[in-house]
């Protein structure tokens, strides 16, 4: 059964990686923004995290999943779930420059996207982005507790995660 978790921050390769992990493999993927996220016709709200555990476990029930997603501790459960963790570990600089360009993208329509792209949202990334790199030891020291699941993939090396995820 693949049951894959894909872990980053912003701006890291969740969403691409996901996507072709999905279409290669044949297994729905989730962003898990849109399960913390509810968006109804006239609103968009914040579920509580038993609510989105809640979502996470009707998911799983259905049998082979790909998460993707930045670290939350309202779905620690994943980690435990997950055949194989995969952490894109894209370096500092690529991911700065992407948020840039996605937000530049996203306010001429050109990429759609869940939220609003304001001046806000833009910093808000770059906020997640320096938090996350103040607190990297935490978040691998998570990561360390999963050693036969944990796939780091670096710089360049998405598509040969994939390759190698597909062959097993």
């Given amino acids: 059964m693949n049951k894959i978790f894909i872990i980053g921050i912003v701006a890291s390769g969740k969403t691409t990686l996901a996507r072709t992990l999905s279409q290669q493999l044949h297994v729905?993927?989730?962003?898990?923004?849109?399960?913390?996220?509810?968006?109804?016709?006239?609103r968009r709200y914040k579920r509580t995290a038993a609510e989105q555990v809640e979502v996470?476990?009707?998911?799983?029930?259905?049998?082979?999943?790909?998460f993707e997603g930045?670290?939350?501790?309202?779905?620690?459960c994943?980690?435990?779930?997950?055949?194989?963790i995969i952490f894109l570990d894209t370096p500092l600089w690529?991911?700065?420059?992407?948020?840039?360009?996605?937000?530049?993208?996203?306010?001429l329509?050109?990429?759609?996207?869940g939220y609003t792209p304001d001046l806000n949202m833009l910093r808000m990334m770059y906020k997640w982005t320096r938090d996350f790199e103040q607190?990297?030891?935490?978040?691998?020291?998570?990561?360390?507790?999963?050693?036969?699941?944990?796939?780091r993939v670096r710089d360049g090396g998405v598509f040969a995660e994939k390759r190698r995820v597909l062959n097993g």
Wanted: net charge positive; aromatic share 10%; proline share 3%.
């Fill in 94 to 107: 690529k991911r700065r420059i992407r948020i840039a360009t996605r937000f530049i993208r996203q306010r």
């Fill in 28 to 42: 729905p993927w989730y962003e898990l923004d849109s399960i913390v996220h509810r968006k109804t016709r006239t």
């Fill in 109 to 113: 329509g050109i990429e759609k996207c």
């Fill in 56 to 66: 996470i476990m009707k998911i799983d029930q259905t049998g082979s999943w790909i």
């Fill in 135 to 151: 607190n990297r030891d935490s978040f691998e020291e998570k990561l360390a507790r999963y050693p036969g699941k944990v796939v």
């Fill in 78 to 84: 994943l980690y435990d779930m997950a055949d194989t």
């Fill in 70 to 76: 930045t670290d939350r501790d309202s779905y620690q």
